[in-house]
Each structure stands twice: as structure tokens, then as C-alpha cells.
């Protein structure tokens, strides 16, 4: 998706913030280093800084890969109207709601963790288990879960996840490697 004219105000709006970031990043790390030897409250500010610089990352990364979503869902069923601004980024529910031109659902989880150990660590389990039965459990006629990290995808399309996300299809969006649940 390299035509921005594609992109939504609030899309557009979303990626200036995000170029902002860059731009203050880079001015920081410009004219700041760490300190040798260590000083460590020179260090604990610099790192603050940096956090400082860039916000909450997690809703940038999150944001990058729902403007993915978008891509796919146009290039597989031509849906033009979906808004990846519309939904703040870490809000409850379905991450992706939206309709085929013949009025069939779509629905979708973004998942951008990278795995904390192989088939994720216990947190990470629960937190997608619960989304794969959200999916399940909530009428569509087609479920999506849609993942960046190739260790998240190859543990999703494992028997442990699969078997609990019947008719789920699990898209890394990044190599656009795809399995069906079953």
C-alpha cells in the first residue's frame, strides 16, 4: 500500500504522528549519547528520553500492521470502506469488523507479539487463546487472525492453537503465509 491517497484522514493523521516521533528520535539520539563511564542517572534519563520521544510504540506498531489489514482485506474481497484510524489502537473487542460488497462479515484479531519463549509464554497463551475463542464464538463469515511475527504464526498453526480456533485463518502479514484452522 504505497499510494497514500488510499489512506484515511485519520489514517493520514496516525502516520504524521508517527513520522513526528521518528523526527524527535532522531534529533534526541543527534545530540545525546550515553555517557562513558556509566553514569547511571545520565543513562536512566537517556533512556527516559527516548521512551519520551516515542510514546506508547506498541499503538504504532499496532496501527502499521492494521494499515496491512487493510491491504490484505482490498487485495482478497476489494473492501475499500474499512478505516484502520476508526479503532483506537488496544481497545476492547473485535480489532477488525467490516463487510463484502454482498454483505458477508469479516472479522479479525491483530496479534503483534513476538512469542516470549516457543508456543508463547503463559500470558501471552491466555491472552491469544482468548482471542481465537472471541472469533470462534462470534458470527462471521470469515475470521481472521493476523499476526507479523513468523514464531506467532508457526505456533498458531500448531494442533495446541488450531484445534481451538476451528475455521479461524491464521495470515502472517508479512510473508503472507496462510493456514486454516482445523
Known amino acids: 500500500m504505497a499510494n497514500l491517497s488510499a489512506l484515511s484522514q485519520g489514517e493520514e493523521r496516525f502516520c504524521e504522528t508517527i513520522r513526528a516521533k521518528d523526527s524527535a528520535l532522531r534529533a534526541f539520539l543527534a545530540a545525546y549519547s550515553l555517557t562513558n563511564p556509566i553514569n547511571i542517572n545520565q543513562w536512566l534519563r537517556y533512556l ?26 482490498y487485495r482478497r474481497f476489494q473492501i475499500a470502506d474499512f ?47 482468548k482471542d481465537l475463542s472471541r472469533l470462534v464464538a462470534t458470527p462471521a463469515d470469515h475470521r481472521f487472525m493476523f499476526v507479523i511475527d513468523p514464531d506467532a504464526f508457526r505456533a498458531l498453526c ?14 502472517d502479514l508479512i510473508t503472507g503465509d496462510a493456514f486454516v484452522c482445523a
Open 48 to 73: 527516559t528520553d527516548i521512551k519520551n520521544c516515542l510514546g506508547n510504540l506498541n499503538n504504532d506498531l499496532s496501527f502499521m500492521a492494521t494499515l496491512l489489514i487493510k491491504d490484505y482485506l
Open 83 to 129: 478505516d484502520a484510524a476508526a479503532k483506537p489502537q488496544g481497545a476492547p473487542g473485535i480489532d477488525v469488523e467490516c463487510q463484502t460488497a454482498d454483505g458477508k462479515r469479516i472479522i479479525g484479531e491483530l496479534k503483534t507479539t513476538k512469542p516470549y519463549q516457543p508456543g508463547f509464554g503463559a500470558a501471552q497463551r491466555t491472552t491469544i487463546l
Open 158 to 171: 500448531t494442533k495446541s492453537f488450531s484445534s481451538k480456533a476451528i475455521g479461524v485463518e491464521v495470515i
